[in-house]
RNA sequence: UGGGCUAUGGCCAAGUGGUUAAGGCACCGGACUUUGACUCCGGGAUCGAUAGUUCGACUCUAUCUAGCCCAGCCA
């Protein structure tokens, strides 16, 4: 796929240069949570990169603190990323280099660049200064190198406890740039790794890691977010001290944020926590699992990416964007299908008690490849409750209305005569004629129709849950209301509404219901009790006529 | 208040001194229509502000304003 953005010119012009002959990224998650929308900009940002321009894709887990990861992260996002379609050409755990962090780490203290330092956490951050005071040095800064030596191979053996000592590097605490105040590179941390075990008790830190772990992988061009900006001096620091042979370049870009939605992990565990929502992959929330749950197709994903750039700049896109994609993956793949998920009785006055016809009806007007189907009509149907009202209100009404005559698509127009009514007024049946004359295909058209509409057989069709999704959040930038208030309590509307009885579909089945949207089979269905999930409605101009 | 980054129509976003300032989403008209869908046609910005440089600036300079990021032994 054709991209064009700033990254992309900066590495084309490293191959025209001869700077590299092509191109080796990373996506480097750390295992601590879910993958999601935010993070396919990285994903298929990096991948694509590497693979435009002749290279490879690593995936590797930043896996450098063991208290705040767990390996039950590491199956989701491999899944996840796999479902985008990027493959990976190595699987590698940042702990897999361990050893030879900590061999060049030596070789820091031998060069007098890196220094034991006592203090406790509290002296480093008073030691530190603040944005606008300039930091000073520690008093253990000038030890000597065999001392260093001596005290961080002690560390490294376990002698002192979690917290006692760190291993900082000599930069400059006078920096504008925090992040160049002498940094801590290793801590001491008693923690079991998933991958090393208790072979370790001293962990490097993310700044002194990853520029490591890139040069090792012979990563070329290493992306990452703007927040990172400030880390990329030390980035540079570390890749040329610690005399790493292969020298990756840091570019950074822009966040995805999606307006409303929420990707914050806490605020997403939150929900999970109190069931908000129904897991990690509930289809109203924008992780990676949650978007394929709810039948996103990922190929509409990397469009939606693609689509956007790759800015600098900061602001928050909007679904609707997404949407329209995602309706331009499905309007030429998902078969047609009638569903009425709030159910009036249709009963045709004129026509044959026991009379039964199956009419063809197919399955996508604009891919012919996929179709036609046979669907039962007879005497009593159903309608959508909401293509009926008893006296037409204005002319651009386009459905059934007593006295009014439309169209039941692929059978016959009918007239509306009467209603019957329950105690309470509620329209419960609504009687009509038909007119045989009219029979879908039969060319007859001496008269219009007042619009179209579908139906479903009432005796000929199946029972279905059908979960619609609205927003799970509402007034999202309000920041006066705490954020548990501003949960929207229908953000989950369940129907139970009748579909064909010929459907029968596998999991992650996706259709178009007849004037309503698009519609993916829910993996708690069964062939028993079918579910199915509004991936995106169909777009609709009719409610704001209305209004 | 120090440093870094950003600022183009409601939203996203092209544009790197000379274009009527791309495109998508949304919105508003209209055509078409056995989905009020699809498709098609039409509609809107002088580019955060100000002052400069220049024959000419969204593109260069200066100042200002606003937003985001940084003071974890997180990543």
Redesign the pocket.
Known sequence: MEV???IN?IIEEDIKSGKHKKAITRF?P?PNGFLHLGHARAIITNYMMAKNHGGYFNLRF?D??PV?EDISFVEAIKEDIAWLGCHWENLFFASDYFDEMYERALLLIKKGKAFVDD???DE??EY?G???TPGKDSPYRNRLIEENLKLFIDMKNGVYP???K?LRVKIDMTS????MRDP?IY???RAFHHNTGDKWCI?P???Y??PIEDAIEGITHSLCS??????RPLYDWVVENCEMENVPRQIEF?KLIM?GKVTGKRYIKQLVDNNVVIGWDDPRLITLSGLRRRGIPSEAITDFIV????????????I??L??IV??HL?STAP?TNAVLDPLLLVIDNYPEDKVEYLEAEN???NEELGTRQIPFSKYIYIEREDFIEEKPNK????LALGIEV?L??AYFVKANSVEKDDKGNIIKVHCTYDVET????GFNSRKPN??IHFVDAERSKLAEIRLFDDLILDFENKDVPFFDKVNPNSLIVKSGLVEENMNPAEMDRF?F??NGYYCVDKDSTDEHMVFNRIVS?????K??AN
């Open positions: 064009s953005h700033f010119t480097p750390e930043d450098t603190n705040k203090l406790s956490a480093i951050k530190r603040d944005l606008t979690d917290g006692k760190v504008p740039n925090m992040n801590i801590r001491i941390q962990y830190m993310y700044d890691a990853h703007l927040e990172f900006e400030d880390h822009g307006a689509a956007l750039g790759l800015p600098k700049s900061q602001g928050a896109t909007e609707d964007m949407d329209q309706r331009d309007k047609r996508n007007r604009e651009k009404w386009k459905r169209r698509m692929h029979k879908s295909g039969s619009g179209n178009q007849t004037r169909l777009r609709s101009s009719y704001k006529k």
